[in-house]
C-alpha cells in the first residue's frame, strides 16, 4: 500500500469566503498563493510545508470533508450540520474563524401579531390546519437543519417547502407561509414584511476550519496536521 | 452481505429462508384462524396521505420517492395505514378484521443499526362491537403468533388515562385541544401543561399591545394587525384576529391550580404490576377534584374489565406490568397499548406489540361518518423472532 498523499486543505475558490480565508491564514504565517487572481482552481500553501492547497467551491467542501478526500476544509457551519449526516462523527472543528457570519432563523409575517414565539407557531400550524384542511408550509432550503430544529421545539404539524433561492419572496408569493432561512442583516426581511421569531435563531453559523476524522492519514501528514493545529493553536503570529 | 436481512444473517436463501418461509406460514395460520381475511397492500403509498396524518417527520423516517403521473409516494413504513385504507376502499360499512405479511422500509438515523428493511406480520381488527373483548383478544392473538420459543416479558399501556386526565382539569377547550396534540411529544406536553399553570410568565410588551388591542373592540384589534404590515400569504387577517381574540380569552382564564397540573403529571407516572397500577390510578383519582375524578371514571372502569377479559382468556392480568405512559411515543394509538419484549435479548426490537387507534380511522374516513370506526391491530416480527428463537437455542 502506498503512502497515503500529503495533507490536504480545501479552500473556497472565490468570492468574499476565499479573501477572507486567505487573509485568516496569513495573519496566522501561512500563505495561500496564486488563489487570489488565477481562474486556474491550483495554488499551493507557503510559511508551512506538507500542505497541498484544493481550491474547490464552498459548497463542494462539506461533501469532500465527509468523503475524506480533503484532511481540511474551510466552510460554513451551517452547510456542515445541513449537509452532513450525523457530522460530529465525521468532523471536527479546528477553529471557528469570526467570518462569514450567518444567522439561520425562522420568520413569518409580520402582520402576524399573535405570533411571537415557535410555540406560537404551533398553535398558529394547527389553527391553520384547521381553517385550510393543509399543513402550513414552511419555505427553505435547509431542510435537515429545519426539521431537527422543529422537532426538538415539539413542532408537528407543517410541511416544508423546497426553495433554493430568493426565499424571503415565497410567502408574498403565497408558496409557503413562513420561511427558515440564512440572514445577515435583517434587511432583506423587513422589506418583505416577515419578521424573526423571538427564540426562532437556529443556529448562528460562522466560516470554521474543519478536520475530517475518517481522511486517511499517513505517519508523515500526521506529523504534519499536528505542526499546522500548534501553530493555529498559537494564534495571530 | 447481500443475503443478510434483518436480525438474521444469511436468511435470504437457502435453508435460512426456508425456516423463515415456515415460519411466517405458521404466523399466518395464527391469524387466519382467528378469522381474518388475508390482504396485500402495495408497497408503495401515496406520500401526501402519510405526510397530512403524520407531519414533516415522516420524511426523516420513510422512504420518499416520485413518480411523473402519481406524484409522492413512500414505500409503506408500516401496515397500518395501509390496510385502513383497502377496508375503506371495500366500503368500510361493516366490521372486518384482516391479516397480511410482508416488508416494510424505515429510514434510520446514521449510524443506527436498526434495519431499514424488515418483515412485518399483523391484525388489523376495525368496527368490533366490544373493544374491551376486542383488545383482550388481540393481546391474545399476538402473543400466541410470537409462539412459545422463547420466554416473553410484556408491556402494557393505555392512552385513554392520559386523554381523560387531560378532560378532568376543567381547562379552556382550546388548552385541552393543545394538550391532546401533544400528547405523543412528552417534553411538549409538559411544558404546554406548565404553561397554562400559575406560574405562566407574564405577556411581552407586544403581547401586552396585542392583548389591549383585543380588549379595545374589534376594530381596533384590526387597525393593531393593519398598522403591523401589509397582509402577507394565505394566513388571513380574520384568523390572525382569531387567534388574538383567543389569546386574549386564554389571559384572562384563570390559571391551572398546581394540584391539577400535579394531578395530570402523577396519573402519567403510574406504573407497575397491572393491579397495583390500576389501584394506584384509582387512589389517585379518589384525591382529585370531583371533574377530575369524573373523567378517569369510566376510564378505569374499562381498565378493570380489560384485566378481567384477560384473566378470562388465561393472562395473569394482575401481574402484567403497566406504564401509563407507554404507547406516547407511538403516534395514533390512543387507547391500550402493549408489547412483548424476548426476555434476555436486548440487541432485539421488541418481537411484536399493538394497540387501538380509533381516532385515526376517522381522520381516514372510515365507518358511517356517525363517528369513528373502532380499530385495535397488532403486528410481529418474523425475523426477530426467529433470531431470538435461536439465541434462545444456543
Known amino acids: ?237 | 452481505m447481500a443475503a443478510h436481512r434483518a436480525y438474521l444473517p444469511g436468511a435470504r436463501m437457502g435453508s435460512g429462508l426456508s425456516a423463515l418461509a415456515d415460519e411466517l406460514a405458521r404466523i399466518a395460520g395464527v391469524f387466519a384462524a382467528s378469522g381474518a381475511e388475508t390482504v396485500e397492500p402495495a408497497a408503495l403509498q401515496p406520500a401526501d396521505l402519510l405526510l397530512n396524518l403524520y407531519g414533516e417527520d415522516i420524511r426523516a423516517r420513510a422512504y420518499l420517492t416520485d413518480d411523473p403521473v402519481d406524484g409522492a409516494l413512500v414505500l409503506r413504513p408500516d401496515f397500518t395505514v395501509p390496510v385502513a385504507l383497502l377496508h375503506r376502499a371495500s366500503g368500510a360499512l361493516s366490521p372486518a378484521r384482516y391479516t397480511y405479511q410482508g416488508p416494510i422500509w424505515r429510514r434510520q438515523a446514521p449510524g443506527s443499526a436498526r434495519p431499514t428493511e424488515y418483515l412485518q406480520a399483523g391484525v388489523e381488527s376495525f368496527g368490533d362491537p366490544d373493544p374491551i373483548a376486542a383488545d383482550a383478544d388481540m393481546f391474545v392473538l399476538i402473543r400466541d403468533a410470537l409462539g412459545g420459543a422463547v420466554p416473553l416479558r410484556a408491556m402494557t399501556g393505555d392512552l385513554s388515562v392520559a386523554l381523560a386526565a387531560i378532560r378532568g382539569l376543567e381547562a379552556p377547550d382550546r388548552w385541552v385541544a393543545a394538550l391532546r396534540r401533544h400528547i405523543w411529544r412528552p417534553a411538549r406536553f409538559r411544558a404546554v401543561l406548565e404553561g397554562y399553570g400559575p406560574d405562566r410568565p407574564a405577556p411581552s410588551e407586544s403581547r401586552a399591545a396585542l392583548l389591549a388591542a383585543v380588549a379595545a373592540g374589534p376594530d381596533a384589534l384590526d387597525a393593531h394587525i393593519v398598522a403591523a404590515a401589509p397582509e402577507a400569504g394565505l394566513r388571513a387577517r380574520a384568523e390572525i384576529a382569531g387567534r388574538a381574540t383567543a389569546l386574549a380569552q386564554d389571559a384572562a382564564a384563570p390559571a391551572l391550580a398546581r394540584a391539577r397540573i400535579a394531578f395530570v403529571e402523577a396519573a402519567l407516572s403510574v406504573r407497575g404490576p397491572s393491579g397495583d397500577a390500576l389501584a394506584a390510578l384509582r387512589a389517585l383519582a379518589a384525591d382529585a377534584p370531583a371533574a377530575a375524578a369524573a373523567a378517569m371514571s369510566p376510564v378505569l372502569d374499562a381498565m378493570a374489565r380489560r384485566l378481567d377479559a384477560l384473566d378470562a382468556r388465561g393472562v395473569d392480568a394482575a401481574a402484567l406490568p403497566f406504564d401509563a405512559s407507554f404507547g406516547r411515543a407511538l403516534e395514533y394509538y390512543d387507547g391500550f397499548t402493549f408489547e412483548f419484549c424476548a426476555v434476555g435479548a436486548a440487541h432485539l426490537p421488541p418481537l411484536g406489540g399493538g394497540g387501538r387507534y380509533d381516532a385515526l380511522t376517522m381522520r381516514l374516513g372510515l365507518g358511517d361518518g356517525s363517528g369513528a370506526m373502532r380499530a385495535v391491530g397488532g403486528v410481529v416480527r418474523p425475523e426477530a423472532m426467529l433470531a431470538a428463537a435461536r439465541g434462545a437455542a444456543s
Open chain 1, 1 to 237: 500500500m502506498t503512502e497515503p498523499a500529503a495533507l490536504k486543505l480545501g479552500v473556497p475558490s472565490k468570492g468574499r469566503l476565499r479573501d477572507a480565508t486567505v487573509a485568516w491564514f496569513a495573519a496566522r504565517g501561512i500563505g495561500i498563493e496564486n488563489a487570489a487572481s488565477s481562474r486556474e482552481y491550483a495554488g499551493h500553501v507557503t510559511g508551512i510545508d506538507g500542505v497541498d492547497l484544493v481550491l474547490l467551491s464552498a459548497g463542494e467542501i462539506p461533501r469532500e470533508l465527509a468523503a475524506g478526500r480533503i484532511h481540511l476544509g474551510v466552510t460554513g457551519e451551517d452547510l456542515v450540520h445541513e449537509k452532513i449526516p450525523a457530522w460530529q462523527d465525521r468532523l471536527r472543528p479546528v477553529a471557528r474563524m469570526g467570518f462569514g457570519h450567518a444567522d439561520l432563523i425562522i420568520a413569518v409575517p409580520t402582520s402576524w401579531v399573535d405570533v411571537e414565539t415557535v410555540a406560537d407557531l404551533d398553535e398558529a400550524c394547527a389553527a391553520f390546519r384547521a381553517m385550510h384542511g393543509q399543513p402550513l408550509r414552511i419555505a427553505t432550503k435547509y431542510h435537515a437543519l429545519a426539521r431537527g430544529f422543529l422537532k426538538r421545539a415539539g413542532v408537528a404539524d407543517y410541511r416544508l417547502v423546497d426553495s433554493q433561492g430568493a426565499t424571503e419572496g415565497v410567502v408574498r408569493n403565497q408558496a409557503a407561509e413562513a420561511i427558515i432561512d440564512i440572514t445577515s442583516s435583517g434587511e432583506t426581511l423587513a422589506a418583505n414584511h416577515l419578521k424573526v421569531l423571538s427564540d426562532g435563531l437556529i443556529l448562528a453559523s460562522q466560516a470554521t476550519l474543519w478536520l475530517a476524522l475518517d481522511a486517511p492519514l499517513g505517519p508523515r501528514a500526521a506529523r504534519d496536521l499536528d505542526r499546522l493545529t500548534q501553530r493555529l493553536r498559537d494564534g495571530a503570529a
